[in-house]
């Protein structure tokens, strides 16, 4: 009892420079079965149709809709398994493994084609510089299981944190959720007012889809594991579009700060998972830097948050 108690209760160690090429391997399993999602969903704004969500286990899709049947995949980081399962019922299990992308694209079109689930995707990777089609990667294929696993368990402790967060928002704001195009886990709070275009430039990503993104102001939490150049795990707070004022606003913890080049703040994850509290100096994170948002964007706080 005591061991699952330290499993569940602690921040794991997650240095990138350790599981980079697993990390890059994970975005583009991600990616495939994202794009399956995308393409089985109705639109819904923000496109919040298509992120992951975090499980008991791993990741899923959730149910997705298939005539009248329902079809969903699960990133099992436990028993290091892809679960594809149907409301018929059926399941089918891939093993995780070392494998390249275009072997697991591959398998898992071919699973479901068997259960008699014809889909076609895009299989160009995006917000990826240099991206490689699906069926075309055999770069990335490394999977060291204890670091998914660890991953996959920092995952599920900023998710109980996020959702927390989350609470104390009344006004439009987003589920708490992966997505597997930058590969990060997110919230998002809107002021209710509408943003001007955003300017776009992801690579492979068509700027009318960042438009729809940020249709209207935000301020956006969350977490990423330091892939796309950052080296580092980390956590994450910005403003669309921000407002003046908005990165010389006070921060807590002391250990936050303004990256310039990002235009985001930062909290390191190492300082979070070290700390006496973790929980509490990550909500002090996610509360202060919208505090820097709401207050310098001139928020209608009254109207948008929980007293």
């Known amino acids: 009892m005591a061991q699952i108690e330290t499993f569940e209760r602690s921040w794991p160690a997650l240095p990138f420079i350790g599981w980079q090429d697993t990390c890059a391997t994970l975005h583009m399993w991600t990616q495939v079965v994202g794009k399956i999602r995308l393409a089985l969903e109705p639109m819904v704004n923000h496109w919040w149709q298509v992120p992951l969500y975090v499980t008991a286990t791993g990741l899923t899709t959730s149910p997705m809709p298939y005539g009248s049947r329902s079809v969903q995949i699960d990133f099992d980081f436990c028993h290091h398994a892809l679960v594809v399962t149907t ?38 990777p995006v917000e990826v510089a240099d991206a490689v089609p699906f069926e075309q990667d055999r770069q990335h294929k490394s999977y060291d299981a204890d670091a998914a696993q660890r991953f996959w368990r920092a995952l599920v402790h900023t998710d109980r944190v996020m959702k927390q967060f989350r609470a ?78 908005f990165a010389d606003a006070p921060l807590r913890p002391p250990a936050a700060v303004f990256d310039s080049n990002l235009q985001e703040f930062i909290l390191d994850y190492d300082t979070v998972r070290m700390s006496d509290d973790p929980d509490a100096m990550l909500l002090e994170f996610f509360q202060s830097t919208y505090d820097a948002a709401a207050n310098a964007g001139r928020w209608d706080r009254a109207a948008l948050e929980r007293t």
């Open 168 to 245: 104390g928002f009344t006004g439009k704001v987003s589920p708490v959720h992966f997505f597997w195009g930058s590969f990060d886990m997110a919230v998002t709070r809107f002021s209710g007012r509408t943003a001007p275009p955003h300017p776009g430039g992801m690579p492979n990503l068509g700027n009318w889809v960042a438009r729809e993104a940020y249709s209207h102001e935000v301020s956006s939490c969350g977490f990423w594991p330091g892939n796309g150049g950052f080296g580092k795990a980390a956590f994450y707070s910005y403003a669309y579009p921000a407002p003046p004022g």
């Open 87 to 124: 409301s018929d019922p059926q399941r089918v299990e891939i093993g995780l493994a070392p494998m390249p992308v275009a072997e697991f694209y591959e398998k898992v079109i071919g699973v479901l084609r068997d259960l008699g689930i014809e889909v076609s995707i895009w299989t160009m």
